[in-house]
């Protein structure tokens, strides 16, 4: 499936903003993604932007460590949550070192 359908058959595409470490595969600060979960969301990032998911998802399929992903300006912890179209989503690359 191209595109997220939520229950009502209206595409879910929202607006996700990628951290500095990521515009390389973007080109763009702000993108458009559809899907009903992140998961989806990230899945539709890496089928037009092939490389990206991985950069924020391990091998068994969790968030990165230095990644961190904002969801309405709250930080979520599970990539199965789901989203509504009028969600702003952030991908964040968290600092360390002293």
């Known amino acids: 499936m191209d595109c997220a359908r939520a229950t009502t058959g209206i595409i879910i595409s929202m607006k996700v903003l990628i951290p500095s470490p990521l515009y390389s595969y973007t080109k ?4 458009d993604a559809a899907g009903a979960t992140l998961a989806e969301v990230l899945a539709d990032l890496d089928r037009r932007y092939p490389g990206l998911r991985f950069r924020v998802i391990d091998e068994q399929d969790r ?12 930080q979520e912890f599970d990539i199965h949550r789901a989203l509504q179209s009028t969600d702003a989503i952030v991908i964040v690359q968290a600092l360390s070192g002293g």
């Open 63 to 74: 968030m990165r460590p230095h990644m961190r992903f904002f969801v309405n300006g709250e």
């Open 28 to 31: 763009e600060r702000e993108v």
